[in-house]
């Protein structure tokens, strides 16, 4: 998770260990925030891949 490395500003332990209440808040947030805070999924960039490699596919079709 993208959780995994955030700091606790109440204990300065892991969020994900959820040591203290604020922890625990805190990642039950994050958590229901569909699991991802980047607005930028990896399937968002596999996606934007494979559209670049068409068109630059279909460029070189068209020009050669
Ligand atoms: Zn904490």
Redesign the pocket.
Known sequence: MTFDRLV?A??A?P?SEG??P??RATRARLEQESGWSSPISPAAIVAALIALLAVVLLVEHATA
Do not use: F, I, M, N
Request: charged content about 10%.
């Open positions: 606790c109440q204990c332990g969020v040591r203290c604020t922890c």
